[in-house]
């Protein structure tokens, strides 16, 4: 049974860092993409940031550029978000996604299965 879930979400002052984990089991992960998604209150789910199935290719939100980071351990099952330089407007829930079509994108149509989620939240 395919299961994804966050952790790594908190409380954080602006300007500070925190790195998301996303765990995944029951799936032959390291041949999909995976993504990171967030949804603030009374805003849209939008996406952050996504990494190929190899690593070799990722995407980012222009919001996040320059300050977000995705990675991929296959080996561990475990996709990476470091974030850093974080604003008060990077308080959301965060979401891990991955899919088993081959698609890649910053999309939420492009994914199939999505974990729980974790709650950051940037303030002083």
């Known amino acids: 049974q395919l299961q994804i879930v966050e952790s790594g979400g908190g409380l954080v002052q602006p300007g500070g860092s925190l790195r998301l984990s996303c765990a995944v089991s029951?799936?032959?992960?390291?041949?999909?993409?995976v993504g990171w998604f967030r949804q603030a209150p009374g805003k849209e789910r939008e996406g952050v940031s996504c990494i190929s199935s190899t690593g070799h290719t990722t995407d980012y939100a222009d919001s996040v550029k320059g300050r977000f980071t995705i990675s991929r351990d296959n080996a561990k099952n475990t996709v990476y978000l470091q974030m850093n330089s974080l604003k008060p407007e990077d308080t959301a829930v965060y979401y891990c996604a991955t899919e088993q079509r081959g698609r890649y994108g910053l999309s939420e149509n492009e994914y199939d299965y999505w974990g729980q989620g974790t709650q950051v939240t940037v303030s002083s």
């Open positions: 029951g799936f032959t992960f390291n041949y999909y993409a």
